[in-house]
DNA sequence: TAGCGTTATATTTATGTTCGAATAACGCTT
DNA sequence: AAGCGTTATTCGAACATAAATATAACGCTA
């Protein structure tokens, strides 16, 4: 038995959690949105919606992208989307050292 | 913007979380899980495999039910609910308010 | 023994999520 | 100008999850 959490940002819907975090990463990491995709075994579709989602309910931008070019162009994320995982990171990190506590307090000898 | 989260013990799936302790509350409050679905406009079969679900991965009995006689039957806690109910209560909002707290350091000016 | 309201369970239906394909545009390279 | 790999966008299909429905059993009551 083991605790398990999510935490996320919500506006009038999800805005920024978990998977918009590790993409961004991917994309930091990788310098392309289509990269990222593939290396998380995730469609290109589908990290192009997170993205987009996550924008639109924030109010700025997360990745600033070149189409065409050389390697076909590429992504790379905003001083904005940086400040957001800095802050996510801390943030979460904070949180799973506190939750493991009290769960170890209030259920740690139970189950 | 807000923050959200959702917090539960889980074994090999989800095991306890906010469902089942939502759930088992009106079962306590009203001594039966058909009355209490009804009272959560929740179908009873629903209600009934998440406490099903809950005690499978749990390993102990979350109800005690009769089937048949006075009033059809009914449903009451077992002991181990309650204390399981107790402790989610305290754990649960003691989490919050830290969260809250944590929210508001990492994103409070920044969102 | 017929009727009631409940628990118990399986089957079917509905809803939501994710994927993959299709299409277009873009700008560098050769 | 043709080719390349990327971003950008939409759409239907496939899959997964959640919810509703249907049916049976139970034990008291009258």
């Given at each position: 038995?083991?605790?398990?959490?999510?935490?996320?940002?919500?506006?009038?819907?999800?805005?920024?959690?978990?998977?918009?975090?590790?993409?961004?990463?991917?994309?930091?990491?990788?310098?392309?949105?289509?990269?990222?995709?593939?290396?998380?075994?995730?469609?290109?579709?589908?990290?192009?919606?997170?993205?987009?989602?996550?924008?639109?309910?924030?109010?700025?931008?997360?990745?600033?992208?070149?189409?065409?070019?050389?390697?076909?162009?590429?992504?790379?994320?905003?001083?904005q989307?940086k400040t957001m995982?800095t802050r996510?990171?801390?943030?979460?990190?904070?949180?799973?050292?506190?939750?493991?506590?009290?769960?170890?307090?209030?259920?740690?000898?139970?189950?």
């Open positions: 038995m083991k605790l398990v959490y999510k935490i996320w940002v919500e506006g009038k819907t999800k805005a920024f959690g978990e998977g918009p975090y590790k993409l961004l990463r991917k994309v930091e990491q990788l310098g392309s949105l289509n990269k990222a995709a593939q290396d998380m075994n995730m469609s290109y579709s589908k990290a192009w919606s997170i993205i987009k989602r996550a924008e639109k309910e924030l109010g700025f931008k997360l990745v600033e992208s070149n189409t065409g070019g050389v390697g076909g162009g590429g992504s790379r994320l905003t001083s989307a995982l996510y990171d801390e943030f979460h990190c904070e949180a799973g050292e506190i939750l493991t506590k009290l769960y170890n307090k209030y259920f740690g000898e139970l189950l």
